[in-house]
């Protein structure tokens, strides 16, 4: 079975330009978040989405938007490019967007993720 | 204050030491997530602990929720476990990941 698969995988732009990134979920995913990873840094959470809905979001700007389409795949834009956004970018999928108590179900499985430099 | 800290920040062992990587945090939970990320990004998810203890092969995880802190700890370490670990939080209000900084593992042979 296919995993969480985003493209591509890697991307340069340069500062002012934007940028859409995909991410294709688990067959049977219906929830997908997205997250920042700067060098050095944790992950952050931008978005998640479920049956097409946003779900969630993180403390990011409006430069950055989200949707997710019919077949659950979903994209990440970014518009006017900043050099700190170069980062890599992963996008996670899990069949729903978590209720308590947890169960299996809610598990996030990662894409390998895009590598977005920015110049 | 990060709501999740892992300790240490970077370790180095040699090759069939036995490793523990720390994880405290600061906020109620309903699950815990080892993560390991190699060189290139891609992130594998471990375990999700919601209590107790976890084995799988020479990784072993445990959470105490009541002191809000977990372990990861690898047995026998080889060099091919050389990779960042990753704790995150699954907080109560939702299903949002919360990242530990991440722990950059290093085996030598």
Redesign the interface.
């Known amino acids: 079975d296919a995993g969480v698969t985003q493209s591509p995988t890697h991307l340069i732009k340069t500062r002012g330009q934007h940028v859409t990134l995909r991410c294709s979920p688990i067959s049977g995913h219906k929830s997908v978040s997205w997250y920042q990873q700067v060098l050095g840094q944790g992950p952050q959470f931008i978005f998640q989405y479920y049956e097409k809905e946003e779900r969630g979001r993180g403390n990011f700007p409006d430069r950055f938007s989200a949707r997710q389409f019919p077949n659950y795949s979903s994209e990440l834009n970014v518009n006017a490019l900043l050099l700190g956004d170069s980062a890599l970018y992963l996008c996670a999928s899990s069949l729903d967007p978590g209720t308590f108590p947890l169960l299996a179900k809610n598990i996030q499985y990662f894409g390998a993720g895009t590598r977005l430099s920015v110049l | 204050k990060n709501e999740?800290e892992q300790s240490p920040q970077n370790l180095t062992a040699q090759e069939g030491e036995f490793i523990t990587i720390n994880c405290s945090y600061s906020v109620g939970i309903?699950?815990l997530?080892w993560?390991q990320q190699h060189p290139?990004?891609?992130?594998?998810?471990l375990f999700?602990l919601?209590s107790g203890k976890k084995k799988h092969g020479r990784l072993i995880a445990t959470i105490n929720i009541q002191e809000k802190h977990s372990s990861l700890h690898i047995t026998a370490s080889h060099p091919r476990d050389s990779a960042v670990y990753?704790c995150?939080v699954?907080e109560?209000s939702?299903?949002?990941?919360?990242?530990?900084?991440?722990t950059q593992l290093t085996v030598n042979p």
């Not at chain 2, 290139?40 to 998810?45: A, K, L, N, Q, R």
């Not at chain 2, 939702?94 to 991440?102: D, Q």
């Open positions: 999740v309903s699950a997530h993560l290139g990004g891609g992130i594998v998810s999700m919601s990753i995150a699954q109560t939702g299903s949002r990941l919360t990242f530990g900084e991440g």
